[in-house]
């Protein structure tokens, strides 16, 4: 890196200049990133008043009373099933349509840029157009499905129910992404690797399954990354379409902290701030079992 | 290539991606079509797929029903802001990282990856109480809280960072001949080639924080400040407003990031991929 070095001033005096670089990044940095993660610590240990301002040392207490609470556990467990119902389908659909995108058709783009459309929607927008399809009484998807004499169904009011309909609205927002980051990984596979393969006889599912989805490796992996760590933080459309219900089966970590913060006449900090601090903890330790699972296998180029 | 059988299985492959179109696209079809219909044309059971009589008068109701064009006015001026002061931010960074001498520079680049790390939802908390204790959740400070937080982002200094190093050597050496300053040569020479990075993360800060739902939702206590996710998801919310009224909101809301989408999707897909390959 020495060596890109514009070499007008001192050593000393472009390092004093590289400092006031970095200085807009480095305060915000400082007051928005480490200052809250220290506080975020802080506050685990303190209890609150009702307006949520810390007012004495609990120590312990506030993770104590979480992990007494079932709610809590049922948050996690629910965290839980929702990452599975939502990364796995959404990078499945995402590679299936790119890899039928990849068959030489006339059209590849126009198609891509529809499977691509998702991804303009704000958890907002999908979500609110969501609760309308789902809507009992004059949504689309019992409406749809009463053409078939299929019954009313409470898409969002079925505690059985609720949560794998927010899951399909969050694949459905996802998949855009998807097919755009693999669609990238697939045009920067090198042509002469596909055209080798083609001339040892590979077609079809045989090239797919030997070249293009290795190829394609890193790219799953970053998905399967990122799409973990965005499960573990969903809190819109949960928020818009069953504000957690019913009775909690759709409420996930970043709810249930919203809810102890935020909701009537609850401002418990303390206790939102240790709940907090855990999905911290699981962020980390699903990103860092990830890396250390599956990045072996990752084929970088 | 064009045997019987390969024009067969091409047939196939289109049939089959229209049919997983269909899913991909109604939801959009949905909000465009509802958002024209009359009320009772929507609100009859089974629903009509296909409107009996247009009524534009939706978008009208929606701008006036919950301040709508305004909470437009408040999204742009977040976004404009946000987007702005994080490409300034992330340029000068981007910068010292890739040509500068600085101490200590790889603990200092660890630095900037470790807030990529840390959750939003795991620190809003704190965040919330800070720009509250700091008044900046009331009238027009708001843009204040709205933006403060995010006027910085190690994404794209790492993404920036990588463009300026693949900048040609040559083409520095000859600035530096000439006598040329640092800002002058970030200015004149280094940014005017790095266009289509710094396209990338115009458009990804662009549409992250367009689309912010949780932050805004948090802070916005007076009307006149919510963004326009938070008003539409209002819509939602009243019982008073009408299906079409709403999809007609969310209509509004789609648009900027749906003609990026449909015409940025090369800088998108620059930006979406710059994490994936090492």
């Known amino acids: 890196m020495e060596a890109r070095t514009i070499r007008q001033r001192g050593p000393t005096g472009e390092r004093r200049l590289s400092l006031l670089y970095l200085a807009p990044s480095l ?9 809250p993660l220290g506080r975020t610590f802080y506050l685990s240990t303190m209890g609150t008043d009702i307006i949520g301002r810390a007012n004495k040392f609990v120590g312990l207490d506030n993770f104590a009373g979480m992990f007494s609470d079932p709610g809590f556990f049922k948050a996690l467990g629910t965290t839980a099933l929702f990452a599975l119902f939502t990364v796995v389908p959404a990078i499945v659909g995402a590679l299936a349509v790119v890899l039928l995108l990849e068959s030489r058709i006339s059209g590849q783009r126009m198609f891509r840029t529809v499977f691509a459309l998702p991804f303009a929607f704000s958890v907002a927008t999908a979500s609110v157009i969501f609760a309308l399809i789902y809507n009992p009484a004059v949504g689309m998807a019992n409406g749809i499905l009463s053409h078939v004499g299929v019954d009313r169904i409470g898409w969002l009011t079925e505690p059985d129910l609720a949560l794998i309909s927010i899951s399909i609205t969050t694949v459905w927002m996802t998949l855009g992404y998807n097919v755009l980051v693999l669609s990238a990984g697939v045009g920067a596979i090198p042509a002469e690797v596909v055209e080798a393969a083609r001339l040892d006889g590979a077609t079809g599912w045989r090239l797919h399954s030997r070249i293009t989805v290795p190829m394609l490796s890193p790219q799953l992996f970053f998905l399967i990354v990122i799409s973990t760590i965005h499960a573990l933080q969903s809190f819109g459309q949960i928020h818009i379409l069953t504000k957690g219900g019913p009775d909690g089966a759709t409420s996930t970590l970043v709810y249930w902290i919203y809810e102890k913060a935020f909701s009537y006449g609850s401002s418990d900090f303390g206790t939102a701030s240790a709940a907090a601090i855990v999905l911290l903890v699981v962020v980390l330790a699903c990103t860092g079992i990830q890396f250390g699972v599956l990045e072996r296998r990752v084929h970088y180029r | 290539m064009s045997t019987s059988s390969s024009a067969a ?34 609100a009859s059971y089974p629903p009509k797929l296909l409107p009996t009589a247009i009524d534009v008068g939706n978008y009208a109701s929606a701008l006036d029903t919950i301040p709508l064009a305004r909470q437009y006015l408040n999204s742009a001026i977040q976004t404009g802001i946000v987007t702005i002061c994080q490409l300034l931010s992330s340029v000068l960074a981007a910068y010292a990282f890739a040509f500068l001498r600085m101490w200590a520079k790889t603990a200092m680049f660890a630095l900037f990856m470790v807030t990529l790390m840390v959750p939003w939802e795991a620190i809003i908390l704190p965040n919330y109480l800070l720009i509250s204790d700091l008044g900046l959740t009331k009238g027009p400070l708001t843009y204040l809280g709205l933006t403060l937080p995010f006027l910085a982002h190690a994404f794209g200094t790492f993404l920036l960072r990588q463009s300026f190093l693949q900048f040609p050597i040559e083409v520095r050496d000859a600035a530096v001949m000439d006598g040329c300053g640092h800002l002058r040569f970030l200015w004149r020479i280094l940014l005017p080639l790095s266009k289509p990075a710094i396209a990338a993360v115009g458009v990804y800060v662009f549409m992250t924080t367009w689309n912010q739902y949780f932050w805004p939702l948090i802070l916005g206590n007076d009307d006149q400040y919510k963004t326009l996710q938070i008003g539409v998801s209002m819509l939602n919310d009243a019982e008073s407003s009408s299906p079409t009224l709403i999809l007609a909101g969310v209509t509004l809301a789609l648009l900027p990031t749906l003609v990026l989408v449909i015409f940025g999707q090369r800088f998108i897909i620059r930006g979406l991929t710059a994490g994936a390959v090492k």
């Open chain 1, 27 to 35: 305060i915000i940095f400082a007051v928005f990133v480490f200052y």
């Open chain 2, 9 to 42: 299985s091409k047939i196939v492959v289109y049939l089959v991606l229209i049919v997983c179109a269909l899913p991909v696209v109604f939801p959009l079809y949905y909000a465009f079509i509802g958002g024209i219909m009359t009320p009772s044309d929507l």
